[in-house]
T-cell receptor, first 114, second 111 residues
Framework: EPEVTQTPSHQVTQMGQEVILRCVPISNHLYFYWYRQILGQKVEFLVSFYNNEISEKSEIFDDQFSVERPDGSNFTLKIRSTKLEDSAMYFC????????????FGPGTRLTVL | QKEVEQNSGPLSVPEGAIASLNCTYSDRGSQSFFWYRQYSGKSPELIMFIYSNGDKEDGRFTAQLNKASQYVSLLIRDSQPSDSATYLCATFYTGRRALTFGSGTRLQVQP
């Protein structure tokens, strides 16, 4: 069964460094998403992406964040200058259609900022 | 602020019993609702979705939706210790493609 994959599974970085989290969505899916979950808290939406552009973003997704689909399979989240409070699990998700379609989540990347 | 509310639990049930998990939402325009299961340190895994009022059954799971009361529930029959996890309720608020999640209910199934 097709699934969303994410790399790395765990990333440790120093505060102020840039990180890139990678995702490979399910191949026939057209909508891609990033969510994050700080330990013990809710899953929170960051950004959605369709047709090579951002279609929606939350207030969390400020100028330090960016997303890109550099090729036909990868979808990346870049955090330019990491802060301690960026430490969280970051989940990529994809769906066939947007709107109210079912979203399937990848296994996540645990980001630890020291 | 549009919210999805869940009792954080833990909800403890004996093996073989029915577990009942509840969720309320604030946006009357919400049309589709999802239940995800999340094991500790893992990602949300889709259990069921429901769009229409009433019940929807899938194996040991039944989702119930009451749009008038803005209430969604998940029943797990014949609960197993492997069902022990946090169950997340989620919906799309009107006009949004982003899922809004509740904080989840932790279920413990006692052997």
């Amino acid at each position: 069964e097709p699934e969303v994959t994410q790399t790395p599974s765990h990333q440790v970085t120093q505060m102020g460094q840039e990180v890139i989290l990678r995702c490979v969505p399910i191949s026939n899916h057209l909508y891609f998403y990033w969510y994050r979950q700080i330990l013990g808290q809710k899953v929170e939406f960051l950004v959605s992406f369709y047709n090579n552009e951002i279609s929606e973003k939350s207030e969390i997704f400020d100028d330090q964040f960016s997303v890109e689909r550099p090729d036909g399979s990868n979808f990346t989240l870049k955090i330019r200058s990491t802060k301690l409070e960026d430490s969280a699990m970051y989940f990529c998700a994809s769906s066939v259609q947007g709107a109210t379609d079912t979203q399937y989540f990848g296994p996540g990347t645990r980001l630890t900022v020291l | 602020q549009k919210e999805v509310e869940q009792n954080s639990g833990p909800l403890s049930v004996p093996e073989g019993a029915i577990a009942s998990l509840n969720c309320t939402y604030s946006d009357r325009g919400s049309q589709s609702f999802f239940w995800y299961r999340q094991y500790s340190g893992k990602s949300p895994e889709l259990i069921m979705f429901i769009y229409s009022n009433g019940d929807k059954e899938d194996g040991r799971f039944t989702a119930q939706l009451n749009k008038a009361s803005q209430y969604v529930s998940l029943l797990i029959r014949d609960s197993q210790p492997s069902d022990s996890a946090t169950y997340l309720c989620a919906t799309f608020y009107t006009g949004r493609r982003a899922l809004t999640f509740g904080s989840g209910t932790r279920l413990q199934v006692q052997p």
